[in-house]
């Protein structure tokens, strides 16, 4: 085997499809390779080829994501990860994803994270859980938003085209920065989402989308006509609330479709207030909860002083005999190499899970992912790393 890793080129993009696709279990067609290449910086994908054969893809996204107190630091997305069944457990996916990490630390991008499509592989290449997903069901026949609750006739209308594009891009942007984990969308990826988006999905009919002021929601219909009885499934794809009212009344909205049997989705954080607002709280049910994002800290000086803290304090953790003291608090935080006793000992990739505040030092604790001084010390740092609103991200990279 001649194996050779190198940066992928324009003239790699089909191939690259091609063997991810192959690797995934499905295939694109010309056309949406066409549509999805401009959303693909290759000079951030590598590649390894064998004997002219691409074997095994990654890359990443230039993004900015949201940490604890509402700071932006740049991140790589890193994505398209896939190696063949011909050529695994041979070390090829490990060194192709090091050199994609290699060009993220090049670019000065502090973080990178990624969406696992196995919960085993991640954890030795450094990356840890910083979120989770929720997978919901609501059956709208048996609850409906609280009468106090319900918005004004007129305040939800229904958008398309360059106006959805508008509202994907600026309420997007509000809306990301009011929750840790969640990453920017810029007017050139809403550009090629929207039509994506507006074509059927297998059974799902194209993308609707509700406009509010201050948010929106996308969605799609599966249509189950049960011979006169329907019950068409609603699936939402993505809900951006800035304020408690454009929630309230998108979801007012939402459960008011006619003809909708089941809204399901796995875009509501796990600490959504939806079932407060509802006549029925135990109408919105969690069917299912998975590992969200996975973190990797490239810079911890960066990431760790750039969020804040819940309360002021100095915590030192050692990851993989490296030390870092910690300092700050709700005004902001310095994070530093050092040399002192470790408060708490772990590895880089649980070190790297507690950058968004939703892993807490007991759980890895609990787990065994992690070893605490004493308990006080295990006290404090749940408390100094904790944040007020779950880390959540909608978007899929």
């Given at each position: 085997m001649t194996l050779e890793i190198r940066t992928a080129t324009d003239n790699d993009w089909e191939s690259i499809c091609r063997a991810d696709g192959r690797a995934f279990g499905f295939g694109y067609t010309d056309a949406e390779m066409a549509e999805r290449r401009p959303l693909h910086d290759l000079s951030r994908f590598r590649i390894a080829v064998d004997n002219g054969e691409i074997v095994s893809t990654a890359g990443s996204y230039a993004l900015d994501v949201t940490l604890p107190g509402g700071v932006c630091v740049p991140m790589g997305g890193v994505t398209w990860v896939s190696t063949l069944a011909t050529h695994r457990r041979q070390g090829i996916m490990r060194q192709v994803v090091e050199a994609v990490h290699a060009d993220i630390d090049s670019r000065g991008?502090?973080?990178?994270?990624?969406?696992?499509?196995?919960?085993?592989?991640?954890?030795?290449?450094?990356?840890?859980?910083?979120?989770?997903?929720?997978?919901?069901?609501?059956?709208?026949?048996?609850?409906?938003?609280?009468?106090?609750?319900?918005?004004?006739?007129?305040?939800?209308?229904?958008?398309?085209?360059?106006?959805?594009?508008?509202?994907?891009?600026?309420?997007?942007?509000?809306?990301?920065?009011c929750r840790t984990g969640e990453v920017s969308h810029d007017h050139a990826y809403n550009e090629v989402v929207y039509p994506l988006r507006a074509r059927p999905d297998g059974a799902m009919s194209g993308a609707y989308y509700l406009s509010h002021a201050d948010g929106y929601a996308a969605y799609r219909i599966e249509q189950k006509w049960n011979t006169g009885h329907p019950a068409h499934i609603l699936h939402l794809i993505e809900l951006a609330a800035v304020t408690p009212e454009a929630h309230a009344a998108l979801w007012h909205t939402l459960l008011s479709i006619d003809l909708v049997g089941e809204i399901r989705s796995n875009v509501i954080a796990s600490d959504d207030p939806l079932p407060f607002l509802l006549d029925n709280q135990r109408a919105l049910r969690t069917i299912e909860l998975n590992d969200g994002i996975w973190a990797n800290v490239r810079d911890p000086a960066i990431c760790f002083g750039a969020r804040s803290y819940r309360c002021s304090d100095r915590l030192v953790i050692e990851a993989d005999g490296k030390r870092w003291a910690i300092e700050g608090g709700p005004d902001g935080a310095s994070c530093r190499a050092v040399r002192t006793r470790p408060d708490l000992l772990t590895t880089h990739a649980w070190f790297s899970a507690l950058l968004y505040g939703g892993t807490l030092p007991s759980t890895l604790v609990a787990g065994r992912r992690m070893t605490a001084r004493n308990a006080d010390v295990l006290n404090r740092a749940d408390l100094f790393f904790g944040t007020a609103l779950a880390p959540h991200c909608q978007s899929h990279y």
């Open positions: 991008e502090p973080l990178a994270t990624l969406w696992a499509s196995e919960g085993s592989i991640y954890e030795h290449l450094g990356y840890g859980i910083a979120s989770q997903v929720r997978m919901t069901t609501i059956n709208p026949r048996l609850a409906s938003m609280g009468a106090e609750y319900r918005c004004e006739p007129g305040s939800v209308r229904y958008i398309d085209g360059d106006a959805a594009i508008d509202a994907m891009t600026d309420t997007w942007e509000r809306f990301r920065r």
